[in-house]
């Protein structure tokens, strides 16, 4: 609730399909989206677990259960991050540009956020 949490380190699929077809990724981030419902956090390792087979585990809570808390967002997109087109992108490509995405959606962050939206943890 009080920060934003990606699971991206280990996510790169979408990075080996932008070089293989030449897209230039954008980061489309919602600030305040965290504070719309209050989703508990017990359990992680568990519900990491979980959600590996396709199972989402995500239990939230707002007003009366249904009724967001707060619908204060702040859409912000960036430019697009420039990625060569690669027709076979190596291991070594992948990584190279997802370290470049990881650090432009790092400066992304702190160069849009405002006091109180938290911050951001990379998983």
């Known amino acids: 609730y009080t920060n934003n949490t990606l699971y991206l ?3 790169m699929g979408f ?3 932008c070089l293989k077809y030449g897209y230039n990724p954008v980061i489309a981030f919602g600030f305040g989206e965290n504070k719309t419902y209050v989703n508990l956090q017990g359990l992680r390792d568990i519900r990491l677990k979980i959600a590996k087979l396709g199972i989402p585990t995500v239990i939230f809570t707002g007003i009366f259960w249904l009724i967001p808390l707060s619908l204060n967002i702040r859409c ?14 190596s291991d070594q490509d992948v990584k190279k ?19 109180g939206d938290g911050k951001l943890i990379l998983y």
């Open 9 to 11: 380190q280990k996510r």
């Open 15 to 17: 990075v080996k399909l």
């Open 76 to 89: 912000v997109l960036s430019d697009p991050i420039e990625f060569p087109h690669i027709d076979e992108p």
């Open 97 to 115: 540009y997802h370290t470049l995405y990881i650090s432009k959606l790092k400066k992304f962050y702190e160069d849009n956020c405002h006091e």
